[in-house]
């Protein structure tokens, strides 16, 4: 068998578990959101990551709608005392984002490279 021979991998899989999306074994990032420049596993070069905003878009409109879409469900159907808003609120819209933003990040980057998609070029 062929050293060089990586099977194809689900982005889905390599994305949520932030590794690399050639060989899934390597790191995908550095820090929190921080890109590594390389996989120390099989050497695949992190060059072509640019998520941009895409995954900080993905993550803002999730928890808009799940999160004040429930928000405003307990109100109609409760009526809580304003401390309860607060307590549901807090997690929902501060830390639901941060625990979702690095999965949807790697995502995002191992279908770019799933798909081998580049930024767009003006012909010449």
């Not at 390599?14 to 996989?39: E, I, M, N, Q």
């Not at 401390?83 to 625990?99: K, Q, Y």
Request: glycine residues 10%; hydrophobic residues 45%.
């Amino acid at each position: 068998m062929n050293e060089n021979y990586y099977p194809a991998l689900s982005p889905l899989k390599t994305g949520l578990s932030a590794k690399c999306p050639r060989c899934g074994r390597g790191k995908l990032f550095d820090g929190y959101l921080t890109v590594a420049k390389a996989c120390k596993s099989c050497g695949l070069s992190f060059d072509f990551a640019d998520s941009g905003d895409g995954a900080a878009w993905f993550v803002m409109l999730f928890v808009c709608v799940f999160g004040v879409g429930s928000i405003l469900g307990i109100e109609i159907a409760y009526e809580p005392p304003l401390w309860v808003h607060l307590l549901m609120a807090v997690p929902i819209l501060i830390l639901l984002p941060l625990i979702l933003l690095r999965p949807v990040k790697g995502f995002l980057l191992c279908q770019q490279w799933a798909t081998n998609a580049r930024e767009g070029r003006l012909q010449k």
